[in-house]
């Protein structure tokens, strides 16, 4: 399925990654993660958050994340913290997540979704 700048694309075993359709420079926003407002496909994180519908349903973890996620008003955006390459995975550090999201570790984070 394509959604514009992303591809998802199920991995046998992992579920369901999203994948750059375009070249991503370091500080480039990718798009938004976590946002104030309900959407068809992410589920409700916090009171006030949902997961954004393609990238913060669909991102899987990394100890090694090319992504980073940053607090706006409405929510998380993610941004590149390294170049990311047409057709390579979009990955974030759940750890990250739960950390900005005040929840304990391993709230968030699912180990079978760990790459090394």
């Not at 694309?9 to 309900?38: A, C, H, W």
């Not at 899987?60 to 940053?70: D, I, K, Q």
């Not at 941004?79 to 005040?102: C, M, Q, W």
């Amino acid at each position: 399925m394509e959604i514009s700048r992303f591809t998802l694309i199920v991995i046998q075993g992992r579920g369901t990654g999203v994948f750059s359709n375009e070249y991503l420079n370091t500080e480039d926003l990718i798009g938004v993660y976590v946002e104030n407002k309900p959407n068809r496909v992410g589920r409700k994180l916090t009171d006030t958050l949902w997961e954004s519908d393609y990238l913060g349903r669909f991102c899987n973890h990394s100890e090694r994340p090319n992504a980073t996620l940053v607090q706006t008003e409405n929510g998380y955006n993610l941004y590149a913290n390294r170049p990311i390459d047409k057709g390579d995975e979009i990955t974030v550090s759940y750890h990250v997540v739960e950390f900005k999201l005040g929840w304990p570790k391993g709230e968030y984070y699912k180990p079978g979704f760990t790459d090394k």
